[in-house]
């Protein structure tokens, strides 16, 4: 087999899929495995650890056995590969193949008058993306991206929350998302919204993008009959609304709607109830205080609560400083949570101090650059006064602690104490682990230092 030709047909897969091109290494893995190379010779060739060359093969051959639709290895890539070239020679005649989300079909197959029946990744016919940011590098999440397609494509949930703290990831995953589910959809939609509009006028501007009527009826009465979500059952629309946050109250525990914003809260709710066939994304640090954490498979109403990059993923975001061979590199990215934001700051901070200042951190000792305190303050400044008196309470332990534990402190009432881990935990400024509590090193020393 033509190694061009199988570099192309990996290429387009893992595209459809990531919505980015095999890199050089990714190349490289391909190469040596087509010339039945062992992972140590790969890694040789193109002066790179090992270890990191398999992760990232392994993470290869996820994405093409998902594309395939059969698992695929390096013992078998060559044979699947062959497999797929045969199955495309022989629908020659008839149709696209369609694997995975990729149509593989040739010119020649689809005369310029005949219409193609599957047209290949064909563009979405209505897009309004142009508030979504461009994406930096990105690594991992395959998991996430998995899980969130699922719900989307094959369960056809209706309301989804992705949330997490500050710099955890939530936008560029929904940004990779997006690339590439956009193509299953009538309509995409991303909204970046520092400020809420009134929900009359965000129910207008999607109208206005659906109806694609420049002399729309925009009186506040016909909208107060909510014909948005007429749209929403005609066409297949996904709609993403990132920093949801800014819907909610300061102050208060999370998720409460600012007075002004409480129609949402009723959108929302037709958007989950009603059928329709559309999905609405919804970003922020803290998800409405009515979605549940925790959903059951028959409700097409979902949460997704981010987490940190595992470490061959953080380990790149250090790469790029020059930190990733450093040797506490793993404890660096444990006690920073694997969050790409904090990781890039502290590593920024390191970098410009010498390398010698990672020394440091070999013992506890957690650094706060200012930039990340700048984002700790907004998200701290957003919590009631009883979570920050709860924090307080967990500051005192350095170990996990359960709520025997915190009510022993007397401090606190404890409905109030309830009320208060379920929003902090809710914010993901707590971790939950059985009965048990936990405050992240990075907060923890940020409300030690306040
Ligand atoms: N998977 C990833 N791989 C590499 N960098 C990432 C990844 N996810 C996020 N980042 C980087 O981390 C920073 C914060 O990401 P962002 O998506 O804005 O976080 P959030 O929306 O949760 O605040 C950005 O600089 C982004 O490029
Ligand atoms: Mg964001």
């Given at each position: 087999m033509n190694f061009k030709e199988v570099l192309k047909m990996a290429d387009e897969m893992v595209f459809a899929k990531t919505g980015k091109h095999l890199d050089d290494l990714q190349e490289a893995i391909l190469r040596g495995t087509m010339q039945g190379e062992k992972y140590t010779k790969i890694a040789d060739e193109i002066h790179c650890n090992e270890s990191y060359v398999r992760d990232i093969g392994s993470k290869l051959w996820q994405i093409l056995s998902e594309e395939l639709g059969e698992d695929v290895s390096k013992t078998n890539f060559r044979s699947a590969m062959q497999r797929l070239q045969v199955s495309i020679v022989s629908h020659y005649a008839q149709d696209s193949v369609q694997i995975g989300l990729v149509n593989f079909c040739g010119e020649a197959r689809h005369?310029?008058?005949?219409?193609?029946p599957h047209p290949p990744?064909?563009?979405?016919?209505?897009?309004?993306?142009?508030e979504m940011p461009e994406l930096g590098d990105f690594f991992d999440r395959t998991h996430e991206l998995k899980t969130l397609t699922t719900w989307i494509l094959?369960?056809?949930?209706?309301l989804i929350t992705l949330t997490g703290i500050s710099g955890i990831g939530k936008t560029s995953l929904a940004v990779q998302l997006v690339q590439q589910?956009?193509?299953?959809?009538?309509y995409a939609v991303w909204y970046t919204l520092d400020e809420f509009p009134t929900i009359d006028k965000f129910q207008s501007n999607l109208i206005q993008l659906f109806s694609?009527?420049?002399?729309?009826?925009?009186?506040p009465t016909n909208q107060k009959r909510l014909p948005l979500i007429k749209y929403l059952q005609n066409h297949r629309c996904l709609v993403v609304l990132d920093d949801?946050?800014?819907?909610f109250c300061s102050g208060?525990?999370?998720?409460k709607y600012k007075p002004n914003y409480e129609e949402y809260r009723s959108l929302f709710k037709q958007i989950e109830k009603l059928s329709h066939q559309s999905c609405f994304l919804l970003i922020g640090w803290e998800p409405p205080k009515?979605?549940?954490q925790l959903t059951s498979q028959n409700t097409p109403i979902r949460t997704l609560q981010l987490t940190g990059l595992d470490t061959a993923a953080a380990r790149e975001i250090l790469r790029d400083k020059g930190?990733?061979?450093?040797?506490n590199c793993e404890a660096l990215i444990h006690r920073y949570q694997g969050n790409p934001s904090w990781l890039k700051s502290v590593a920024t901070l390191i970098q410009e101090l010498g390398i010698?200042?990672?020394?440091?951190?070999?013992?506890?000792t957690v650094l706060l650059p200012e930039d990340l305190k700048d984002v700790l303050q907004q998200q701290f400044s957003r919590l009631s006064e009883i979570e920050k008196q709860v924090l307080s309470l967990f500051c005192r332990e350095s170990e996990p602690v359960n709520l025997a534990k915190l009510l022993e402190?007397?401090?606190?009432r404890s409905p109030d104490l309830l009320n208060a881990l379920q929003s902090l935990s809710r914010r993901c400024f707590i971790d939950k682990a059985g009965s048990f509590y936990t405050l992240p090193p990075v907060l923890r020393q940020y409300v030690q230092e306040l």
């Open positions: 005369p310029p008058n005949i219409p193609n990744n064909q563009e979405t016919s209505h897009q309004d993306l142009s094959q369960q056809n949930c209706r589910i956009k193509h299953e959809f009538e694609n009527s420049e002399n729309l009826d925009s009186s949801v946050h800014n819907l208060e525990l999370a998720g009515e979605v549940p930190l990733a061979e450093i040797d010698g200042a990672a020394e440091l951190l070999i013992d506890d402190c007397g401090t606190v």
